[in-house]
């Protein structure tokens, strides 16, 4: 709520109306660094959990080892920021209580603590060398909540009334694989040995690669909407991810043998992803603040006649 | 009325669905102007001439209720010739005399009146100098006014050039649409669409009602105001009429109640005037001048005789007047404002301060403060420690250095008071009807209610008495209610029977009409006789609406006798048939031979519409079966008022005390009679002067009550609205550079205040005599205690002590001042910004 | 299933006066929010929030004098976002001299609009659909109702409210918003703030019964001239499938802060779980042929 924030003589740009420049929808009341951190963390860990898989099965047991050991330690501190977010553990095993198909975040809750499990079990048996079997078909598992971790937050922040996030439903899924698989495949170079890192690195470049098209589909093909994305702290910050992201991914190109560069440009696309996950919090925070990315798209939507039809239920 | 009276505003909403067409004329567009059909904006003060404008218009154009005019109001009667009008005398009335301000109202007596003597004797009296000249209002006849002829000379074509009629005529011929122009801002459009719509709304078919409030009476013309508006109604015939009336929306709950029981010091209960020290020294004396021989005031013995035996009782017998004697007595003006000067004087040395605020909610604020910090002792009883009781650690006067806590002699005695829950009772709301309470809840702590109060004071004081004479009043005063609950709290249904009236037998009466001269009955307040009729709590009623007629007769109990509508006999044509069937409400009833309708008839319930009175009757038989109006002395609604204010028998536009413009009506440029104080302690705004060019109004929220005591300290209601603001037009806040939500500082001769600036178009400049005009509003319900919650500075600081001379209202509504933007100085830099200001 | 309750919010008799709010805050016993002088009118609540279950809003509107003389047209989007800026038809388009030189500067009847907003009791209620915990239930009134008991403070509710009003309390943690007063409703009293208010502004009842009135208000409105007047969530064809709680409006409802045209985000939830199984699948995609393709190098 704009408590205290007086808005005086409001220069009148977009043609629209409100009630004194104040928000119709509440921001998003999650925190910095808390929710883009864990956001992170739930996409390396995905990410990584099917890096790990095919790392095992491709006979890289370095990559697989380290892949695993990324995936459990992305979603174990990963649940650590939600625990942060929410205030209390108690509060995360809440959501456990119940399993809501309609709550994205009721369904990431157990995806959460599936990915949790699985990808801890899947770690710890690839370090301790216990139970191997299991952990491999811990693994193995993690290669259906690993990247559902990795994107069902996409779905998270999307199915909300934040415009800069629903609108960008079709896009933000995209981004978040992209960023997970940049992370992920940072991680991979940075602590596998080289002879392994080969795939890594693609899966790095890769992921770069969608996660800037993912980004610039954000920002371009929302028209208005797409306007958060593109000006203010979240523009900086997504302008910095795709610099860190694309620098990044040219870097691991070009890095040939260097160590140096490799550090460099893995650093550069874990930057690259975290800079992406505060860009997208901070433009859902600014697209809900200003009215005129709620109320504009809808008054267009009811002036051309075709206003949102129900949804049925 | 939305903001103030949101609950009674329903019916305005409801009565616009229904059809009723809804204007509202006030200075600033508010709540009530949104849900109006027509918003009026008015200059504060000029409503005379809009509504002399109006009156004008009904009678140039011949548009008045003519059979109404002529049988029910004094439009025929013929005026003294020795009455001269504002029009001969340039804005005063004959009668003037300059030295003491005041008027000798014999002049404007009807031709030929045997009062003439009386009036005369009563000019002797006021020899006695300019105290007992005050005392020829209000004060020196109660409500009932000054008796009049009830027969004087007619002339029933009007046409007589002394006629009430043609003395009207002339009188407002000059009140036309465009003065309405060029002295209020109102368009000419917006005159005659208003004017169009009252007089096609008033008629055999249709009534017009007019609703104020303190907009029109925090004036010094404010007695004035009333008077136009019911010239105008009756008029048009919308007195005693379902639909038509001006209906005053009272202030706090019971404010009626506390008018017609009154806590005020010129009236004893039933509005009977309070005896005077030289004037009255017999019961007959005083009988000879409280309200007219004829019409009910006539039967005025029985209600004082029963209103003494109430509280004096076995003591109180034919022999010994009925202890008159034991009355109290005024010397003069005795209202808060004199009060206060006399406190700053030192002649005041203890002061009662119950269910009041004066540190804020009174003009003048630093009189008001130097006053209590004056005193020997003050008392004051209060929910809430509000700045009355706590000026002498914390009030305003000690940040600028004026007063130091040490030097403060004043005792303060806080008591607090149970709240209007916590206390059985009843409220008079402003229909007159009274509405019986229960208690919800016990008062907490030390808290107690005022009637518990009085009462143990009263019987502690009883204690104290010696039984020498002085103290025989209160020896044999009746002090003997029954006590209930842990802390003897004295029941207040017994009070209120008490109030209601008893007979002979020991039982209740049912009505005023059964009381006697001759001391066989006994009634606290004669209004209220009958409040407790058939040993029942008439007040106490609450069958719902929906199972009894519009009327609801059994819905609390409206004084007089459960009437809901005063003077219904007007509702009735002469012959006392209805005017229309639409209208009908009280008419005769042939074959019964009696007064029948909805309603309780307000007349004798089988006086004939054929009724004459004979020779030399007496009280209401002295009135015929067409004289509606019982209660005056000829029983017509009066035009034109012979006698009973001080400031002129008719209302004529005078500038506010304080007045950005000179009165181009007359040479006479504010109400000549008005209540001024010019001492240091209240210096004024003088007429036009170019620093203080702005118009400045006071008014209330919705949000909060008057001086906040009750609101400031809630948090549910301060947040709502938590800093004292000024509301100003656009136009001015760009001129002078004030921004939204910023700070301005609001100067007068008084003082400097400051206030959060709310930039509103609710608020416009006019166009006066060429010129714009800016107004500037500003609540009043701040200050800097009561709690805490919320403060602010206190508008109140800022006005003049200006009064209306009839009832010693202050002139809140009306003042000028200067605007500045930014925060006001602090300290001794205030005194110096406004030393600046008073020396130009 | 009772019933369904709601309210109609008749707008146009709306005099401003708080009594809901204060009621509202009275009943449900709810902490102050702060004294903050806003400065918008006489609006100093702001907004509906954790602490504040009925808003009342506060619109000052005035005709828009041109340079000529006359008034501006009215028709379509007033290109200003600030609050003075007129909306809508004036209820009776009357005609005045204009500013400058003539003897009255500003046109006569400017509007005052006030509106009581509070949660519209969703038919497809984003809060509800997106709580995690289940805190959120649909009570047998078919109102919408936080149980503070279960709320685990995620915040989630808060952004999915397509209208702004849920919201989670600071130092409380738990998010709170207007219950139709279910105590109330369970004991057969009808809600506090419908109650207050004076003028009947707020109806409250079976909500089929109120839609009923409602669209006779609107006609009565209409044929008095006042074709500024409509209704706004009675439809149960909109995006959130038709609100509990309607509105009669003068203006449209981004003037009182009101989404134009609101829809509850789980209605795109199975496109939005379709999307994201594209971008899994990509995701799958990409590793594998990083993992297969990539052999050359
Ligand atoms: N919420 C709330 N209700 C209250 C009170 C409260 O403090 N708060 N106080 C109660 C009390 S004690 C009283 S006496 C009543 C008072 O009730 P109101 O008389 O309604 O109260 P005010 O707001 O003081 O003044 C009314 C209007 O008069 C306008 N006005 C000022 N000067 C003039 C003028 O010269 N001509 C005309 N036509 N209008 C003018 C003001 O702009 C204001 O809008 O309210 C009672 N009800
Ligand atoms: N500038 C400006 N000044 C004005 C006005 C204006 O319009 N403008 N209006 C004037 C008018 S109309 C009025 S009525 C006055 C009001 O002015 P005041 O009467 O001075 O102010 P209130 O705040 O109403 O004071 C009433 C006090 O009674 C207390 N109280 C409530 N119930 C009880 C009870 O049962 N027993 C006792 N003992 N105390 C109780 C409350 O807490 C409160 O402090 O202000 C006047 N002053
Ligand atoms: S406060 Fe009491 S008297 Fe005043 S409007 Fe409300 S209900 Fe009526
Ligand atoms: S208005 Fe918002 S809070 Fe209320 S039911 Fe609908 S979605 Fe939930
Ligand atoms: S904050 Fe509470 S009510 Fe809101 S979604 Fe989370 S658990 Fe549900
Ligand atoms: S229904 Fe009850 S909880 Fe909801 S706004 Fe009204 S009073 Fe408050
Ligand atoms: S909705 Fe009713 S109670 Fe609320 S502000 Fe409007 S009139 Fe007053
Ligand atoms: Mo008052």
């Known amino acids: 709520m704009s408590r205290g924030t007086r808005e005086r003589a409001v220069a009148p740009e977009a043609e629209f109306r409100s009630y004194y420049g104040r928000p119709v929808i509440k921001r998003p009341i999650w925190h910095v660094p808390h929710m883009p951190v864990y956001l992170y963390l739930g996409g390396l860990s995905g990410a990584s959990s099917l890096t790990a898989i095919m790392a095992g099965l491709t006979g890289r047991p370095h990559l697989a080892r380290t892949a695993r050991i990324a995936a459990a330690a992305g979603a174990a501190l990963g649940t650590g920021f939600l625990v942060a977010e929410l205030g209390r553990p108690m509060r995360f095993l809440n959501m456990l209580r119940v399993f809501k198909p309609t709550s994205p975040m009721s369904v990431g809750s157990w995806i959460l603590a599936a990915q949790g499990g699985l990808s801890a079990v899947a770690a710890a048996s690839a370090v301790t060398g216990i139970l191997p079997a299991a952990g491999d078909a811990a693994a193995l598992a993690t290669g259906v909540t690993g990247p559902l971790t990795a994107t069902y937050t996409a779905v998270l922040v999307a199915d909300t009334a934040v415009p800069a996030w629903h609108e960008g439903y079709r896009e933000l899924p995209f981004l978040f694989a992209g960023s997970a698989l940049a992370s992920a495949g940072a991680v991979g170079m940075l602590a596998a040995p080289r002879t392994e890192a080969g795939p890594a690195r693609a899966v790095a470049l890769i992921g770069a690669a969608v996660e800037t098209a993912a980004a610039s589909a954000l920002e371009h093909r929302l028209g208005l909407v797409g306007e958060p994305y593109r000006q203010g702290r979240a523009g900086r910050l997504l302008r910095a991810a795709r610099a860190l992201t694309v620098g990044g991914g040219l870097l691991t190109l070009l890095a040939g043998r260097s160590r140096v560069a490799t550090v460099a440009s893995g650093l550069s696309l874990t930057a690259g992803a975290l800079c992406t996950r505060f860009g997208v919090l901070e433009a859902g925070r600014a697209s809900a603040a200003d009215p005129k990315f709620t109320v504009v798209p809808q008054r267009e939507r009811l002036d051309s006649g075709a206003p949102a039809p129900s949804s049925g239920r | ?840 | 299933m009772a019933e369904r309750m709601g309210f109609f919010t008749d707008t146009s008799i709306c005099i401003g006066c708080k009594a809901c709010e204060v009621a509202c805050k009275e009943w449900n016993q709810l902490p102050d929010d702060g004294f903050v002088f806003e400065a918008t009118s006489y609006d100093n609540t702001a907004a509906l929030g954790a602490s504040t279950w009925r808003h009342v809003a506060f619109i000052e509107q005035q005709p828009v004098w041109m340079p000529d003389g006359d008034p501006m047209s009215h028709g379509g989007p007033v290109p200003h976002s600030g609050p003075m800026s007129h909306g809508g038809p004036m209820p009776d388009g009357g005609s005045m001299p204009h500013g400058g030189e003539s003897v009255f500067e500003v046109g006569r009847d400017g509007r005052w609009l006030m509106s009581s907003d509070v949660c519209k009791h969703c038919t497809n209620a984003g809060c509800l659909d997106v709580c995690p915990t289940g805190a959120i239930f649909r009570t047998e009134f078919g109102t919408v109702v936080v149980q503070p008991d279960i709320c685990n403070g995620c915040g989630y509710c808060v952004p999915a409210c397509p209208f702004g009003v849920i919201d989670r309390r600071e130092g409380d943690g738990r998010a709170w918003k207007c219950t139709m007063c279910y105590d109330r409703l369970r004991g057969g009293l009808e809600p506090a703030c419908a109650k207050a208010c004076p003028t009947d502004s707020i109806q409250f009842g079976p909500l089929d019964e109120l839609r009923e009135r409602a669209a006779a208000r609107v006609d009565t409105l209409h044929a008095a001239g006042h074709t500024e007047a409509r209704l706004y969530g009675e439809s149960p064809g909109d995006g959130v499938g038709g609100m509990g709680a309607f509105f009669l409006l003068l203006d449209e409802p981004e003037v009182y802060g009101l989404p134009p045209d609101p829809v509850v985000p789980t209605r795109d939830l199975p496109a939005m779980w379709g999307w994201a199984g594209a971008a899994i699948a990509t995701m799958a995609a990409a590793v594998a042929a990083s993992f297969l393709g990539g052999r050359s190098r």
């Open chain 2, 1 to 840: 009325m939305a903001e103030c009276h949101p609950v009674g505003f329903q019916w305005v909403v409801e009565a616009r669905y229904r059809g009723a067409k809804v204007f509202h004329i006030d200075p600033r567009f508010t709540r009530t102007s949104a849900l109006a059909d027509r918003y009026v904006p008015i200059r504060v003060g000029s409503d005379i001439v809009l509504l002399g404008a109006l009156i004008n218009h009904v009678l140039e154009n011949e548009l008045d209720f003519r059979e109404y005019v002529l049988a029910y109001t004094n439009a025929s009667m013929i005026v003294s010739e020795e009455y001269r009008d504002t029009e001969d005398l340039d804005g005063l009335f004959s009668g003037f005399d300059p030295e003491t301000r005041t008027y000798d109202p014999a002049t404007w007596s009807y031709e030929g009146a045997p009062e003439e003597a009386a009036a005369g004797e009563r000019a002797e009296q006021m020899d006695h100098g300019r105290e007992h000249a005050d005392m020829g209002g209000p004060d020196q006849y109660g409500a009932g006014g000054a008796s009049a002829n009830p027969r004087p000379m007619k002339d029933p074509t009007l046409r007589h050039p002394r006629c009430v009629y043609q003395i009207l005529r002339r009188h407002f011929a000059r009140y036309t649409p465009e003065l309405v122009a060029e002295l209020c801002g109102i368009s000419p459009e917006d005159f005659a669409e208003l004017a169009e719509t009252v007089t096609t709304n008033s008629g055999r078919e249709r009534t017009t009602m007019w609703v104020y409030s303190v907009g029109w009476t925090q004036h010094t013309v404010g007695a004035q105001y009333i008077r136009a508006a019911s010239i105008l109604q009756l008029l048009l015939g919308n007195i005693g009429r379902p639909g038509g009336g001006i209906l005053a929306l009272r202030g706090h709950a019971s404010i009626q109640g506390s008018t017609d029981i009154p806590t005020l010091f010129n009236i004893l209960p039933g509005y009977l005037p309070m005896p005077h020290a030289h004037q009255h020294e017999t019961l007959d004396d005083y009988l000879a001048r409280a309200g007219g021989d004829t019409g009910f005031w006539g039967r005025k013995r029985s209600y004082m005789v029963s209103l003494l035996k109430a509280w004096w009782g076995d003591a109180a017998t034919e022999d010994n007047d009925f202890r008159f004697d034991h009355l109290p007595r005024l010397t003069g003006d005795h209202g808060h404002y004199s009060t206060v000067m006399g406190q700053i004087d030192g002649t005041v040395k203890g002061y009662f301060v119950v269910g009041e605020n004066p540190a804020v909610g009174s003009a003048g604020g630093r009189a008001q403060r130097l006053g209590l910090a004056n005193l020997e002792w003050l008392v004051v009883r209060d929910l809430t420690l509000v700045e009355t009781a706590t000026f002498w650690k914390d009030g305003p006067e000690l940040e600028t250095g004026e007063m130091r806590t040490e030097d403060i002699g004043t005792e303060v005695f806080f008591v607090p008071a149970a709240s209007h829950v916590e206390k059985d009772g009843t409220f008079t709301n402003t229909q007159r009807l009274l509405q019986w309470r229960e208690k919800a809840l016990d008062p907490p702590g030390d808290c107690r209610s005022d009637l518990w109060f009085f009462y143990h004071l009263g019987k502690l004081l009883k204690e104290r008495i010696t039984s020498g004479e002085i103290d025989r009043p209160l020896r044999e005063l009746t002090w003997d209610y029954p006590e209930e609950g842990v802390h003897g709290d004295p029941s207040a249904s017994a009070v209120l029977r008490e109030i209601g009236g008893v007979g002979p037998d020991g039982r209740a009466l049912s009505d005023y009409t059964e009381l006697k001269p001759d001391g066989s009955t006994q009634c606290g307040c004669w209004i209220y006789c009958g409040v407790y009729a058939d040993e029942v709590n008439q007040a106490a009623r609450r069958r719902p609406g929906r199972e009894q007629s519009p009327e609801a007769p059994e819905w609390g109990w409206a004084w007089p006798a459960n009437r809901r509508i005063l003077y219904n006999r007007a509702s009735a044509d002469p012959e006392g048939r209805p005017w229309s069937e639409r209208k009908a409400y009280i008419y005769w009833d042939e074959k019964k031979g009696e007064w029948t309708g909805p309603d309780v008839p307000d007349f004798e319930k089988t006086k004939p519409p054929g009724y004459r009175p004979p020779e030399g009757a007496l009280a209401e038989a002295a009135l015929s079966g067409t004289d509606p109006f019982i209660m005056q002395a000829d029983g017509k609604g009066w035009l034109y008022a012979p006698a009973g204010l001080v400031d002129g028998p008719l209302p004529a536009h005078y500038e506010p005390f304080e007045s950005p413009v000179r009165n181009p009506l007359y040479a006479q440029q504010d109400n000549p009679a008005r209540r001024i104080y010019p001492r240091p302690e209240s210096p004024y705004n003088p007429v036009g002067a170019p620093r203080f060019p702005y118009v400045l109004t006071t008014y209330r929220l919705t949000e909060h009550h008057t001086a906040g005591g009750m609101s400031r300290p809630l948090a549910y209601l301060a947040e709502l609205q938590p800093e004292l603001f000024c509301e100003v037009s656009p136009t001015l806040a760009a001129e002078l550079g004030l921004a939204n939500g910023d700070w301005a500082t609001i100067v007068t001769s008084r003082t400097a205040i400051e206030a959060r600036v709310l930039v509103t178009e609710r608020v416009r400049p006019l166009r006066i005599q060429g010129r714009t005009v800016h107004q500037i509003g500003l609540p009043y319900h701040w200050g800097w205690g009561s709690g805490g919650l919320v403060t602010g500075d206190i508008a109140n600081d800022l006005m003049p002590l200006a009064l209306d001379p009839n009832v010693y209202i202050q002139e809140s509504k009306a003042t000028t001042c200067d605007v500045r933007p930014g925060r006001r100085p602090r300290g001794r830099d205030l005194l110096a910004l406004i030393e600046e200001y008073r020396h130009g």
